[in-house]
């Protein structure tokens, strides 16, 4: 694992996003995971050569700090409020704005996706307005439909598939994020920039 000491920033970020496209389909890497401030490589260990293999991911990373990671950009329609939403009136209560003031912030923010995490396809975006950070829910839910744009703290992710969860669900989105048969499954991966298309508005 390469771990990196220190706040969470986007350039460390990058740098990370970066390798693991880069080592991605490398002899001797089996599996690759970008995460927060960190990089797991899991490797094979009847692979040749894995020593040299180790001080490439090394002598890699310190190139990287002058590499220009290319993110892809990705529009997701959705649908904010009423039963596609049912906690974005508790948002706005928290956060002092209207429902039609958390929508439009909300929309208009322009989100990184820093890793996948929790189930497959479950993007952690970072980049929403500090307004509409609310905690999550003290009862969650136990089935939140798949589809479902949800705000936790101060981040904001969309539910691939059903499941438990916690966070306050503000809208849902009709796209399919994780698809098994797709190549790679998750639509959305870490570095892509992503906005909100507000398909429905509040209601």
Request: net charge negative; aromatic share 8%.
């Amino acid at each position: 694992m390469l771990d990196v000491p220190g706040a969470t920033n986007i350039e460390c970020q990058r740098r990370i996003w970066w390798l693991a496209e880069h080592f991605r389909s490398h002899a001797g890497v089996r599996e690759i995971v970008p995460g927060m401030n960190n990089l797991t490589v899991e490797l094979d260990h009847a692979a040749p050569d894995l020593e040299n293999l180790l001080e490439a991911l090394q002598a890699a990373w310190s190139r990287s700090e002058a590499v220009d990671f290319q993110s892809r950009r990705i529009e997701i329609p959705v649908r904010y409020g009423g039963a596609e939403g049912p906690d974005l009136d508790e948002v706005a209560r928290h956060s002092g704005l209207s429902r039609e003031e958390v929508v439009r912030l909300h929309q208009a923010g322009e989100y990184t996706v820093y890793f996948l995490g929790f189930q497959p396809g479950f993007a952690y975006l970072g980049g929403m307005d500090r307004r509409l950070a609310t905690a999550r829910r003290k009862d969650p839910r136990l089935a939140v439909p798949a589809g479902s744009l949800a705000i936790g703290g101060e981040q904001t992710g969309i539910y691939p598939s059903a499941a438990p969860g916690g966070w306050q669900l503000i809208g849902r989105t009709s796209v399919l994020l994780f698809d098994p048969a797709r190549d790679p499954p998750s639509l959305l991966l870490p570095g892509d920039t992503v906005r909100f298309v507000n398909i429905g508005g509040a209601r």
